[in-house]
Structure formats: C-alpha cells, structure tokens
C-alpha cells in the first residue's frame, strides 16, 4: 500500500550495530503495527500503537523498542543487532474503526535487514 | 489460544481451473479471520475478513472464502486461476483486540 512508507528497504549490519527503521503513513490511521516476517513462520507482531501515548509489546518483542513520534511515524529500533533478527520487517496500520478490534491492517512494503 | 494452520506449503494449479487455498483455525470464542496475499518483493494486501454474517465472503481479485463453523476452516478459493495469481498468501486470525496471529504462508503457483 503507497500509503504506508518504509525506510530504508535493504539494510546490512554487523552484529552489535544499532539500526532504527521507520514507518510512516498518510491513511491519518491512529493504529500501527510492527511485524517481521521469517520463512515458513508467517509474520510475527513485535509491538503495536493504538495511538501517540499507547506503545504494547507483541509475541517477540525481546531484542526491539519502538517510537511512536508522531500519529503518522512508528519506528522500530535493534539495540544491538544480531544474526537471528535478520528478516523482512513490516510496518501496518488500521482504523479505528467500528469494529470491536477487528480492524483491516493495511501493509507497507517492508524493509529487508540482514545482519552480519 | 487463536491459531490458525495452513496445511499445504504450496499449491500448483493450472491457468484457467478452480483453485482452493486451505485454512483452519483453532480459537475460543467467535473467530475473526482474514486472508492475505503478499506478491513478490511487496507487502502483504488484505484480500477479505470475515466478522459475522455470511458464510461466504467477497474479496478482492475474484477471491471468496467459506467460513466452515463445523469443520472450523475458512478456505480461499476462485473459480478460473489466473498466472497473475502467483504469490504467498496468509490466513490470519484476530487474538485479543486487533492482534493478528498469521498462519506460515501457503504459495500458490498457477502454470499456464
């Protein structure tokens, strides 16, 4: 979805490097979403916003921390990158919508980190 | 806990015929599920959900999926498989509020 931005697409790090990746979106959603995606294990939630003062921890969270700077901006940070957090990384948003927490994510394109 | 299994890492289908994608879910209470499809160096897009109501629910790109309370499934079919089709496609469950749980992927290759 073009309305859902990432940056930067490909990385490459060496273990113990800080990386930060960041999200934003124009959909004016107060929802966003962090997943990393491995093969043959789907996509995982690492932590999600309901708005600017709400930050929670998904499935996997170890090893990450997140920024909310904005309504529009989520990053996403590694510390202290090391080899098993290589994967492909997705940011998402949604609506607040009607529904009782049954709202349609909408995906950017994802960021491919590899570490060394 | 929610859960959902695809049970097929991938399914080839030939241009033209009817394609099935499985899912199954595994949940307490009424079950929120959702289908993805994700194209080659793309994000994922949101195909279809089911809430409530109908059992058979319209997507995108001529997709539809059954929701199956018996045989706790939400398979995601089409009637004539197009090349285009060719991608990764997830089936997703709702666990807890708005936290998606995505089952490991089912690819689909349609052959001309």
């Known amino acids: 979805d073009a309305d859902v931005t990432q940056t930067p697409r490909n990385r490459i790090t060496k273990t113990g490097k800080r990386i930060m990746l960041e999200c934003s979106q124009t959909?004016?959603?107060?929802?966003m979403y962090w997943y990393r995606q491995d093969p043959g294990l789907g996509l995982r939630l690492i932590y999600y916003s309901f708005d600017v003062k709400d930050i929670n921890k998904g499935e996997i969270s170890d090893g990450y921390s997140v920024s909310r700077q904005a309504q529009a901006k989520f990053s996403l940070s590694l510390e202290s990158a090391i080899p098993n957090q290589t994967a492909l990384y997705f940011c998402?948003?949604?609506?607040?919508?009607?529904?009782?927490?049954?709202?349609?994510?909408?995906f950017g394109p994802g960021t491919r980190l590899t570490v060394l | 806990a929610q859960s959902v299994a695809q049970p097929e890492d991938q399914v080839n289908v030939a241009e033209g015929n009817p394609l099935t994608v499985k899912c199954t879910y595994s949940v307490s209470g009424n079950p929120y599920l959702f289908w993805y499809v994700q194209y080659p160096n793309r994000g994922l897009q949101f195909l279809l959900k089911?809430?409530?109501?109908?059992?058979l629910v319209k997507g995108s790109y001529g997709f539809e999926a059954e929701f199956n309370k018996s045989q706790t499934s939400f398979h995601l079919k089409k009637p004539s498989a197009l090349v285009s089709d060719s991608a990764l496609y997830f089936c997703?469950?709702?666990?807890?509020?708005?936290?998606?749980?995505f089952g490991a992927g089912t690819r689909l290759a349609v052959h001309p």
């Open positions: 997703a469950v709702i666990r807890g509020y708005n936290k998606l749980i």
């Open positions: 998402a948003t949604s609506d607040r919508g009607a529904g009782a927490g049954t709202d349609t994510q909408y």
């Open positions: 089911y809430i409530t109501g109908d059992n």
């Open positions: 959909k004016g959603h107060d929802r």
